[in-house]
């Protein structure tokens, strides 16, 4: 089961910021946060993860908690072609995590113009 | 572009049918997986491959027979499929154990696969 809980699915007008949060409660000390997308009947996209720090990449930014147990996912300025499921998931970042990634539904974010 | 190649892009197969999906990687991966997504619902994982070796089956139903012949290409050989599993297969590969890239995944564009 995935270890992450997120909303069904959120809107955010075109040219604003889209947050899109996730509680993860159960991580454990050496797990990542990942992001990815998946726009309609493609494959998923990599967006961006972090451990403890916050994390900014061309895409996006990772906020996480001091305690981890949740994070957001900022997009700073949505565009139509932001529209898509976003998946927040846990993931041992080490050799002994495994080589399982486990998504779960995702949130369904709608940009709106 | 990803880096990683799937065909056929889509595939319609009836019952008694035999075929092959493929994947390849030009990313220097040494781990690849296959995914199933079937409509409206998650991504399930189905079979993982690091070093060529199989560490990961989840359950699947052996009508769907996964090969590894090297850690640039893996296929899905399907047989007797039922239309239950009509679904999008998305392969993926990463680096593992994680360097650099920390284990993100790559994706194809999937295949998108009926079967009548």
Known sequence: ?113 | ETGVTQTPRHLVMGMTNKKSLKCEQHLGHNAMYWYKQSAKKPLELMFVYSLEERVENNSVPSRFSPECPNSSHLFLHLHTLQPEDSALYLCASSQDPPGRERGKLFFGSGTQLSVL
Request: proline letters at 4%.
């Open chain 1, 1 to 113: 089961d995935a270890k992450t809980t997120q909303p069904t699915s959120m809107d955010c007008a075109e040219g604003r910021a889209a947050n899109l949060p996730c509680n993860h409660s159960t991580i454990s000390g050496n797990e990542y946060v990942y992001w990815y997308r998946q726009i309609h009947s493609q494959g998923p996209q990599y967006i961006i993860h972090g451990l403890k720090n916050n994390e900014t990449n061309e895409m996006a930014s990772l906020i996480i908690t001091e305690d981890r147990k949740s994070s957001t996912l900022i997009l700073p300025h949505a565009t139509l072609r932001d529209t898509a499921v976003y998946y927040c998931i846990v993931r041992g970042g080490d050799y002994t995590g495994g080589f399982k990634t486990i998504f779960g539904a995702g949130t369904r974010l709608f940009v709106k113009a």
